[in-house]
């Protein structure tokens, strides 16, 4: 069993990596006439901002993570002074070692990235934003060859299906995140209710995107891991259960602004009340689903950590 | 029946998205050599132990220990080369009488896992 270190660092490091994620690439499906329009360059860089703590958080807890770990593998107290040594020999002789430090170079170049985003007008670099996405991408799916995968009969099949799936759960969390805190750009006027239903649409075409990729590895994973279904029935299987229940719960928000929200505020851009009403309820609806995903992300984190049964 | 069905559908179709969480377990002892709880002969010349799963060298040990609690392996713990769930470890030629394997496994996945068995060297 691990440690409730390594699961909290875990989960942590996971929050953090797809919240940097999914913010670049809302960047990237952000139009740049709206980034100068809409997104002031103030609102821009708090974004950017933001993403810039949430790196920082990605270090940060990737290094307890490590630390946890080789309290784990050496079976010193998290406390014990030796535990650095061990991280040391978990650093050079194993396969999580390895690739901590592959995800530490990958690190390395997207702190770059996002120095050069930062010194760009507005926050947004063009090139150096798609590196940084792509990295902050390759850093997020990494993960899944740090977990219970990598010690499967089939490695790398379960490794790729795995990192498709955490990538398309981070990018849905990480790109909600993103556009809950640009809904709360202010004033809220008409451009800001238009920005809110263009920005909406394309982060809800991209989840559905996400949707279809989590429902296809999961059904991929089933296939070639049919004994880890009988797990649905056991003590474990209820943690997967409320995991499947919250993410009903989300799935009823995305509707929601989909088909709700989303038409009562392209109705109300003339009027300023009903206007600020929509924003309103969109903002807060856009925050529930962030933090239901992020539960849903902790609750997956939770599960790694867990053998079934 | 129809709102059931949908709801069959979209329950399906909620666990096959939270599937590849479900996790395989940790490196379990499969079987041992000597076996567990085993009356052997022959002293072994090492003992070897099968896992579920790959292991980490770094981290992964067997001791031996005598009916005494005195350690008697050659401290040689390794994993098979060409096997990286087994794990093995040299002992000196065993006199009859009980013995006592604790292991400690670390998995490719960092998990950790722990036990002990006895087995006995016959006269």
Redesign the interface.
């Known amino acids: ?2 440690t409730v270190a ?1 699961v909290a660092a875990q989960g942590v490091h996971v929050l953090a990596a797809a919240f940097v994620a999914g913010a670049l690439v809302f960047m990237l499906l952000t139009p740049a006439d709206e980034f100068e329009a809409r997104l002031s360059i103030g609102s821009t860089l708090d974004l950017m901002r933001l993403i810039v703590v949430a790196l920082g958080v990605v270090i940060l807890s990737g290094i307890l993570w490590l630390w946890s ?1 080789a309290a ?4 010193y107290g998290v406390v014990d002074a030796r535990v650095l040594r061990a991280a040391g ?2 650093l050079s ?4 070692g390895h690739l901590w430090l592959a995800r530490a170079c990958m690190t390395v170049v997207l702190c770059l990235a996002l120095f050069r985003d930062m010194q760009s007008p507005g926050g947004r670099g063009g090139t150096t934003t798609v590196v940084g996405a792509a990295m902050a991408l390759a850093l997020l799916a990494s993960i899944a060859a ?7 009969a089939c490695p790398k099949l379960e490794i790729a ?2 990192a498709v ?1 955490v990538s398309a759960a981070g990018l849905w969390f990480g790109s909600i995140a993103a556009l809950a805190i640009s809904l709360r750009a202010e004033p809220a006027d008409g451009d800001m209710a238009r920005f809110a239903v263009g920005a909406t649409r394309r982060i809800g075409a991209m989840a559905v995107i996400m ?1 279809l990729l ?2 296809a ?3 991929a ?2 296939f070639f ?1 049919l004994s ?2 009988a ?2 029935f056991s003590g ?1 299987g209820q943690l ?1 259960i409320a ?2 229940a919250l ?2 719960a989300a ?1 009823a928000l995305a509707a929601r602004n989909r088909w709700r929200l989303l038409p009562r505020l392209s109705k109300s851009t003339g009027d300023a009340e009903s206007r600020r009403c929509a924003l309103l309820s969109l903002t807060r609806n856009v925050a529930g689903e962030t933090i239901i995903v992020a539960a849903i992300l902790l609750l ?1 984190g939770w ?7 | 029946m129809r709102r059931l069905r949908m709801f069959g559908a979209v329950f399906a179709t909620a666990i096959a998205m939270v599937l590849p969480s479900l996790a395989h377990g940790h490196a379990m002892l499969e079987s041992g050599e000597p076996a567990v709880g085993s009356t052997v002969q022959a002293a072994p010349k090492r003992v070897r132990l099968h896992f579920t799963q790959p292991l980490e060298r770094a981290f992964s040990t067997i001791h031996v220990e005598d009916a005494s609690g005195k350690a008697v392996d050659l401290g040689d713990t390794t994993v098979d080369p060409g096997d990286g769930t087994v794990l093995q470890v040299s002992v000196p030629d065993l006199r009859p009488g009980k013995y006592k394997v604790i292991w400690r496994a670390v998995s490719v996945d960092t998990h950790v896992t722990e036990g002990d068995y006895l087995f006995t060297v016959g006269r």
């Open positions: 069993m691990m390594t770990v784990g593998m050496s079976g020999a978990v002789a194993t396969n999580f740090a977990g219970h995968a990598a010690a499967s299906v795995l799936h949707l989590l429902a590895c999961g059904t994973s089933a891991r880890g279904a797990a649905i474990y997967l995991k499947s993410l009903f799935l997956a599960l790694a950590a867990t053998p079934p049964g």
